[in-house]
């Protein structure tokens, strides 16, 4: 059974970036037709999809955050990395990895908090 698990720093200032890393164990990131996301939820608010890293490579990102996100992956370590460039305190989240298939259905991580403050 496919695991997902969110790591990295869980401060980061202002106009620093912002770069959480999913582990994925028991399925391969690169096995066809998933769908390797990040998600957010502010406090208070609701969840916001930021974009995924395909089986293949490809990319897709919301463009609401302005081109300061990007996700690249490692397969060697079976991982993927979320990188938000130049945060503010707005960018203050808790932020999940999760799979995805083409069906919708998805598998997610437990989430990391990520505050960011001076």
């Known amino acids: 059974q496919v695991q997902l698990q969110e790591s990295g720093p869980g401060l980061v200032k202002p106009s620093q970036t912002l770069s959480p890393t999913c582990t994925v164990s028991?399925?391969?990131?690169?096995?066809?037709?998933?769908?390797w996301s990040w998600i957010r939820q502010p406090p208070e608010k609701r969840p916001e999809w930021i974009g995924y890293?395909?089986?293949?490579?490809?990319?897709y990102y919301t463009p609401s955050l302005k081109n300061r996100n990007s996700i690249s992956r490692d397969t060697s370590k079976n991982q993927y990395t979320l990188r938000l460039r130049s945060v503010t305190p707005e960018d203050t989240a808790m932020y999940c990895c999760a799979r995805v298939d083409e069906k919708y259905e998805s598998v997610w991580g437990q989430g990391a908090q990520v505050t960011v403050s001076s």
């Open positions: 890293i395909a089986y293949s490579g490809n990319t």
């Open positions: 028991g399925g391969s990131i690169t096995t066809n037709d998933y769908y």
